[in-house]
């Protein structure tokens, strides 16, 4: 019998160190994908494959067939080859993806989907049956693994490897889900049913809307039957919409406040004034169409947050005005140098260079050549409303909004709710300078309910040596900033009150549901209030709300907990949140990582580079 015992002691050892090689390999394939390197992404899938081949072999051979008919020890044998079977399909399926990967970026040696300015209808169009299959192989793998009775003799190893194989499994599942849902739209969407048009929009930062930057470059983009035109570009103010931001009539959301009456009749570039992109792309695409240019199919809004990400990904490029230009410097060159640089007088030129720099970013995107390297690169600005993409069909539509890519303002279910947004009201270029805080301070009680105060602190840091500029304070000369602050409040939420500086006002909406106290209806059944006042430059302004929530808001019969979601703003510098709990008499706060506790309150803070969600447990004293 030590034969046997070494045997298995041998097939044990190879299980083992063939599952803490494979799980770090496997997840080194993931992580070189997401990171868009496809010769790393294979080095690290021939390392899991080798070390597949350790955990397929530690179940087989004679010693295992053995153990198959020793009573109590055969259902282990059974189950360690389910898991073996599970680990090789897991490879199989990471190595068809990776096929995948390799083929949609041309990295693989076939035929890109997407090069020179043209898309391969026929590749475009035999990607969906590809993505499902991979989809159905890893669902398949991970419904197998889960079935794996990891108990009896030999448990402990086989649910080591059983939980390595799932946690490895996770972030592939994730990727194939979100390709399952996108694949099938892609044909129709790219034109190969006919042209679709595509309106981007690219925000500056430095003139901030609830929705993102002020829409004051413009692109069409139309795809059709593989080919991808540009027939119009510009900028919005003065190419697009001349003279200078001419208003247009056009048809927008009926149950938008910011707009009392419909048709609009307003300059395209205050289109997007309502925080939620659903609303405020439709005021886009009609003001656009308005324009008497084509209607869109979609509108994409980007800003430079998103492109710098993408220069950082793909390369620097050379601008004529501004030198070598990377995602790092895009910024402060266009947002901050450009306008120093060019005076109001030179505000043509440097429109010009802004958008033969743009030219140059887009030519270099069309070449197909780091496309996959890009859209990821972008992809993960969308948490920060940096990439926001809205489609006019229903069914694109709702791929997008699963996607967390679709700009949409929603409360949470349950618990509290800070949505904050500031919207320029100057025309001045200062909103790059902006440092925002928001504090939320919220006395719980014993029933669950709670009185809450949000303080929204913006300060307008510009720089000492900048000139005040004109005295009107109206343009991009102005250091001054004249800003609305749009706020919500939770649903549930009653009493609300706002509260701000002297020179200050409630900005009412007019013919729309109001709520009290300048509270309207958003159009989606949620509460907003906007307050309206100047900041001078190197000043701080303090706009404030207050609210109650009801009895069992935060739990109830003794266990109490505080939850909030806090939703971003695309601002060039992320806001800052801070929450502040008080426990109830009889109750302390549960101290985590990153919490300050003092007596009774506990506080946390957080950048709101994405959607913040906070719990903060409050327990009984003892």
Request: charged content about 15%.
């Amino acid at each position: 019998m030590i034969w046997l015992q070494v045997s298995i002691f041998t097939s044990l050892a190879s299980l083992g160190i063939g599952a803490r090689s494979y799980q770090t390999s496997l997840t080194g394939v993931a992580n070189q994908i997401s990171a868009g390197e496809y010769a790393a992404a294979q080095a690290d899938l021939a390392q899991a494959q080798s070390a597949s081949t350790h955990i397929i072999d530690s179940a087989h051979g004679f010693n295992m067939t053995v153990l198959e008919y020793i009573p109590g020890i055969s259902s282990a044998v059974h189950n360690w080859e389910r898991l073996t079977d599970a680990v090789e399909n897991i490879t199989a399926s990471t190595d068809d993806m990776l096929t995948l990967f390799g083929d949609l970026s041309g990295k693989s040696g076939t035929a890109k989907i997407f090069n020179d300015g043209a898309i391969d209808v026929d590749a475009l169009k035999a990607l969906p049956p590809r993505v499902k299959s991979i989809d159905l192989g890893i669902s398949a793998t991970y419904n197998n693994l889960l079935a794996v009775q990891a108990n009896g003799p030999l448990s402990g190893p086989l649910a080591a490897v059983q939980a390595k194989a799932l946690t490895t499994i996770a972030p592939i599942q994730d990727a194939m889900k979100a390709l399952v849902d996108l694949a099938p739209q892609l044909p129709d969407a790219l034109g190969a049913n006919g042209p679709r048009r595509y309106l981007i929009a690219i925000g500056n930062q430095a003139e901030m809307r609830a929705a993102g930057g002020a829409p004051l470059t413009l692109i069409l983009v139309e795809f059709d039957q593989g080919r991808i035109t540009i027939p119009i570009k510009g900028q919005t103010s003065t190419e697009l919409f001349p003279p200078l931001n001419a208003p247009v009539k056009w048809w927008g959301p009926s149950a938008n406040p910011f707009f009392d009456i419909n048709p609009r009749y307003s300059p395209m570039v205050v289109a997007n004034t309502h925080p939620n992109l659903e609303f405020s792309a439709r005021e886009m695409a009609g003001a656009w169409e308005g324009g008497s240019y084509p209607a869109v199919d979609g509108v994409v809004t980007i800003d430079l947050t998103a492109i710098g990400s993408v220069l950082n990904a793909m390369g620097p490029i050379q601008s004529a005005a501004y030198g070598e230009v990377t995602g790092d410097k895009l910024g402060q060159i266009l947002l901050i140098d450009a306008y120093a640089k060019f005076g109001q007088s030179d505000a043509v030129a440097r429109q010009k260079a802004n958008q033969e720099l743009l030219d140059q970013l887009l030519a270099k995107l069309l070449s197909g050549d780091e496309l996959v390297t890009a859209a990821k690169a972008m992809a993960k600005t969308a948490p920060g409303r940096h990439f926001q993409v809205w489609m006019a069909k229903p069914e694109f539509e709702s791929v997008i909004l699963r996607s967390g890519a679709g700009g949409s303002v929603n409360a949470p279910r349950t618990g509290d709710w800070s949505a904050v947004y500031t919207q320029n009201g100057n025309q001045s270029k200062v909103d790059v300078f902006q440092e925002r805080k928001v504090v939320v301070n919220a006395a719980v009680h014993t029933d669950g309910s709670a009185h809450v105060t949000q303080d929204v602190i913006l300060t307008n840091a510009t720089p000492k040596d900048r000139p005040e500029g004109p005295p009107e304070r109206i343009g991009y000369e102005t250091s001054w900033l004249k800003a609305a602050y749009v706020m919500y409040v939770p649903n549930a939420a009653t009493n609300m009150q706002t509260i701000y500086p002297a020179g200050f006002a409630v900005r009412p909406f007019k013919n729309h549901q109001q709520l009290g106290k300048g509270y309207v209806d958003d159009g989606f059944g949620q509460k907003l209030v906007r307050v309206v006042g100047w900041t001078a430059p190197q000043a701080s302004s303090t706009v404030s709300q207050s609210y109650d929530l009801p009895a069992g808001t935060f739990g109830k019969n003794g266990n109490l907990n505080y939850t909030l979601q806090a939703d971003p703003q695309s601002l060039f510098k992320a806001s800052t949140v801070t929450v502040r709990v008080t426990a109830p008499a009889g109750y302390s706060p549960v101290e985590t990582d990153g919490m300050v506790v003092n007596g009774k309150t506990a506080e946390v803070s957080a950048v709101q580079d994405r959607t913040v969600k906070v719990s903060i447990a409050l327990s009984k004293d003892r």
